[in-house]
């Protein structure tokens, strides 16, 4: 299977190389995100029906058998070799070092819960700093997820139903 995923990337990148149109391009002519665009050509992402038209449109190379790939469930995984990516660590690092602080600020102003990683959008943003000097800009927007106090009268499981 992770053969056949590598594979199908391979080809997608390589359709969005011959586009020559970067991740932005491509989200602000799809309406999704760049780092969703990005999600779809590495199948992180399912393509929905109703976005198919216009990837399309973004990328006319785009083969069919491709696009009906996309459209199935992908297999979300990662390469743990991942981390040794400058990059990558850098964002490991950064969520680790701030992190506590996030989810005390998270937990202070909505009460005892989480971000959703599902109900998740993500962006990358180039911005000029006061200094003139180009900066990134990381957004996290993802649902508050309250966690719930387990009461048995609540399981479903549990109910006499019949």
């Known amino acids: 299977m992770a053969e056949n995923k590598a594979s199908i990337t391979h080809q997608l990148r390589s359709v969005k190389r ?3 149109k970067s991740y932005s391009q491509i989200a602000k002519e799809t309406g999704l ?11 992180q992402a ?16 785009l083969p069919e ?5 996309m459209m199935s469930p992908p297999l979300r995984s990662y390469d743990p070799q991942l ?5 990558i660590y850098r964002l490991n690092e ?9 989810k005390e600020i998270i937990n202070e102003d ?3 819960g989480i971000m959703s990683a599902i109900d998740f959008y993500c962006s990358v943003d180039k911005v000029k700093g006061v200094d ?9 927007d993802g649902k508050y997820l309250p966690h719930t106090e387990q009461k048995s009268e609540h399981m479903v499981s549990r109910l006499n139903l019949g």
């Not at 399912?46 to 190379?61: F, H, N, S, V, Y």
């Not at 981390?83 to 990059?87: A, G, K, S």
């Open 18 to 20: 011959k586009s020559g």
């Open 33 to 43: 995100t760049n780092v969703y665009v990005a999600q779809l050509l590495k199948r």
């Open 46 to 61: 399912q393509l929905k029906a109703e976005t198919a038209p216009k990837l399309r449109a973004a990328l006319p190379d």
């Open 65 to 69: 058998d491709l696009i009906v790939e």
């Open 83 to 87: 981390i040794q990516d400058p990059t």
């Open 94 to 102: 950064a969520v680790m070092q701030f992190g506590e602080s996030i």
């Open 110 to 112: 909505y009460g005892d």
């Open 132 to 140: 003139g000097k180009d900066r990134v800009v990381l957004t996290f």
